[in-house]
């Protein structure tokens, strides 16, 4: 590699995709995402959010909704609150 050639990096990966709020209700009596007037989502969860139980099924919920694979989903912020950033990757 000369002085001028750009380093590149195979593994590196780019994210193209969106970010949204998610407010998480766990414990719900279903599965189910609305979307919210503020253009934000809430997602029932049936998980209780115990050893990450809430954030695989709010995972799961999501990739079905927007019809994408489940490592497709990162949950970017506020893991351990109702209140998460989402990403999904295309």
Same mark, same amino acid.
């Given at each position: ?5 750009? *380093?590149? !990096? @195979? *593994? ?6 969106? !970010?949204? %709020? +998610? !407010? +998480?209700?766990? !414990? %719900? %009596? ?7 007037? #503020?253009?934000? $989502?809430?997602?029932?969860? %049936? &998980? &209780?959010?115990? #050893?990450?139980? &809430?954030?695989? &099924? =709010?995972? #799961? $919920? =999501?990739?079905k *909704?927007?019809?994408? /694979?489940?490592? #497709?989903? /990162? ?5 351990? @609150? ?9």
């Amino acid at each position: 590699m000369t002085p001028n050639e750009p *380093h590149m !990096r @195979s *593994h590196a990966r780019r994210s193209y995709g969106a !970010r949204f %709020s +998610v !407010r +998480v209700i766990p !414990r %719900s %009596s279903k599965n189910e995402i609305i979307k919210q007037p #503020d253009g934000n $989502l809430k997602a029932y969860i %049936s &998980a &209780a959010p115990t #050893d990450g139980k &809430a954030n695989k &099924a =709010l995972i #799961d $919920l =999501l990739a079905k *909704h927007f019809k994408v /694979r489940k490592r #497709d989903i /990162r949950i970017k912020s506020g893991k351990q @609150s109702r209140n998460k950033i989402v990403e999904v990757i295309n």
